[in-house]
């Protein structure tokens, strides 16, 4: 399957990313990170969009709506509670990556719980912006 349309979802207080909690989730502001993929989704011939939303149900609608054939989605704080997203993933049944910026296993136990991973495709926790980029690589390389 080749991979033409990506969309990566970040979930509640990634808006803040840049000035929340750097010691966990770094310096580089959410807008940066969609422009590092941006630039790398363009090198590799992969059309991109972003979704944001501090709100579980906007996240859940979006889902609903999606054409592109490949998601990278950070839950965040949704990751550890939201049946309805995960339900909304598996319903539409577009592969995708779950990212998180922080090593969730190296904090508090209620992190270590995901409601997504046994659906994605993978799992990448605790390399920054890079595990976005990683991510992208992946899907745009998937035969
Ligand atoms: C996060 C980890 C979550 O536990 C947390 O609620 C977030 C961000 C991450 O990217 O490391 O908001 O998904």
Known sequence: MKVNNLTVIHGPNLNLLGKR????YGSASLEEINKLLSNEASNANVSIEFFQSNSESDIVSKIQEL??????????AFTH???SIRDALSAMKIPFIEVHLSNVFARETFRKE?????LAVGVISG???EGYIAALNYAANVK
């Open 114 to 118: 995901s409601f997504f991973s046994d």
């Open 81 to 83: 509670s939201s049946v």
């Open 67 to 76: 054409k592109s054939d490949f998601i990278i989605i950070n839950p965040a």
């Open 127 to 129: 390399l920054g912006p």
């Open 21 to 24: 909690e750097p010691q966990y």
